[in-house]
């Protein structure tokens, strides 16, 4: 089993930059990718970023290119997602998800593939 705890949401106005935080404890040899998805109101949970702890290979979603970056801190476990240059499109819940999945964005864009996932946490972007 493997447990996740995102940290790091909050209210910023459009154009600020908040820094995610997920944070893996128990059996994580057996994970391969994390991702964070995000839900906004009356939406559907969509796929942001992936990262691939060996090689460190990563993955985005097209609205969020060039404005998230997803990195990772092997030695504390941790995957971060850092957001610049947020818009009210970027309000949602974000959750963080790990996995053992193949490699490749077809794979890590697939949340039901995720074996783990942790609470979420919120992130309010004003106009």
């Known amino acids: 089993q493997v447990q996740l705890t995102e940290s790091g949401g909050g209210l910023v106005q459009a154009g600020g930059s908040l820094r995610l935080s997920c944070v893996a404890s128990g059996n994580t040899n057996s994970v391969t990718t994390v991702g964070w998805f995000r839900q906004a109101p009356g939406k559907e949970r969509e796929f942001v970023a992936a990262?691939?702890?060996?090689?460190?290979?990563?993955y985005y979603a097209d609205s969020v290119k060039g404005r998230f970056t997803i990195s990772s801190d092997n030695a504390k476990n941790t995957v971060n997602l850092q957001m610049t240059s947020l818009r009210p499109e970027d309000t949602a819940v974000y959750y963080c998800?790990?996995?053992?999945?193949?490699?490749?964005?077809?794979?890590?864009?697939?949340?039901?593939?995720?074996?783990?996932g942790g609470q979420g946490t919120q992130v309010t972007v004003s106009s």
């Open positions: 990262l691939r702890w060996s090689g460190n290979t990563q």
């Open positions: 998800r790990a996995g053992r999945l193949g490699s490749g964005s077809y794979f890590a864009k697939r949340r039901e593939l995720y074996d783990y």
